[in-house]
């Protein structure tokens, strides 16, 4: 995984688990759109389709959005019972598969980054177990508790799935204060719970960390390793052209300059221009490529008007955002638009 330090704009975490949250606030009767928007992350059509990381910042509001629409404090916990092992891709397929506990988590604490990037665990040896612990790389500042609340749930549901029972003799550390919602937590947790911890933990025994998965499969657990490796190197082998493409997708309106885009890099302007060049491209190239495929997608998928979406793709001209896209397609963007309604396009 890339290590460069990261940011609040860092592309962290799978939309799989925004989309999730946006299924758990439509189960409670609300509009997950109008979360959806407040987030900056445009509609629910957009977010369904959607494979890139999401940011940190982005899921930030989206959090207190969907805290502020439900009125419901523990809504983490909803969000964590509704994310099943499959929701976590190949990593999940991992532990599933692992012959006992401890194998699982250790298949956690090596390819989680590929589910979040701002997050490392840790499985440290104990004089009676194993304590699995968790370290944010940022500060989640106003989301940290209803993330940790999430993966307490998430990881407790995870190893009763690997053992096939509940949890009762594992210690389990919280790292906010105890909340005016604390009976929920105990409906998920027989154990012991402990607030105001510096970090997330599961204290756990080794009788339990040896208790063999009711999934164990050797093979399985081989190939879904060999997936998360795969895209692990991807992640830490990627062009500089295709990491560039990745920090721009999802930030419609907010483009980050050439200079923005070399300090996220941590390196100079001119050696992000030197080795774009050396990959047959350019910063310009790269931003060009998204606002051509982002503008047709939202002529043709969106009833926005072209105002809309020139400001959507950074143009504060749209008289500009038109001679640009004539330029791109040979019409211009109402032509565009016109056609795709007369072919039956879906709008």
Sequence with gaps: MNDVAPTLNTPAVHPTYVKLLCMTMRNRGEDPDIAIQAAGLGSW???AGRDALVEQQAVDRFIQASLQMTGRPALALELGAAIQISAHGPMGYAAAASKDLRQAL???VRYAPIRHALLRFRLRDT???AAFEMFERLDMGESREFVCAVLFVVFLRLMESVVGHPLDTIDVDLPFPEPTWRGEIEREFRGRLRFNAPRLAFHINNDLLERPC??????AHEKACLECERLMAHASTASMAQRVRELLMGRDGQFPTLSA???FFSVSSSTLIRRLKEEGTSFQDLLDELRKERALWYLTHTQLTVEDIASRLGYLDTTNFSRTFRRWFGTTPGEARRRTGE???DR
Excluded: F, H, M, V
């Design 45 to 47: 059509k957009e977010l």
């Design 106 to 108: 250790q298949s956690a």
């Design 127 to 129: 004089a009676n177990g």
């Design 214 to 219: 009711i999934t164990a499969d050797l093979l």
């Design 261 to 263: 885009a070399a300090r």
């Design 343 to 345: 072919s039956g396009g």
